[in-house]
């Protein structure tokens, strides 16, 4: 049976996910993406010596989803916002759609 790995990246954290059914993979992105929005809250770092990198400009977790017809994810911002992208070493961002999240919109691109 084909699967499909989700992989969380929280900081130096990794935990990973096997499902046998893409919208029970999609769904876990989601829920892992909506646990990582609600624990980011970055500060601004650098600034003297280095360029300063403010948190909308840090990913500070990932959420991927990788199988036979879906390779992408989600980063969380260190300001809580999110960004759904397709491919792996060659990442696409997904355009959201009016009034559509990151999520419904990683969902309309992947989903099969």
């Not at 990582?36 to 403010?54: C, I, N, P, Q, Y």
């Not at 969380?76 to 961002?93: I, W």
């Not at 999240?101 to 969902?107: E, F, N």
């Amino acid at each position: 049976m084909k699967s499909y790995r989700v992989t969380v990246r929280a900081g130096p954290k990794v935990a990973r996910e096997r499902y046998d059914d893409p919208n029970q993979a999609l769904a876990a992105v989601e829920r892992h993406g909506l646990e990582l929005e609600r624990t980011a809250g970055s500060r601004a770092v650098g600034g003297k010596l280095l360029r300063r990198f403010e948190p909308v400009q840090q990913v500070v977790g990932r959420v991927e989803v990788s199988g036979p017809s879906a390779q992408g994810g989600v980063d969380v911002r260190g300001d809580g916002s999110t960004e759904a992208f397709t491919g792996k070493l060659r990442r696409t961002l997904v355009e959201q759609r009016n009034g559509e999240s990151a999520y419904a919109a990683l969902r309309r691109v992947l989903a099969p």
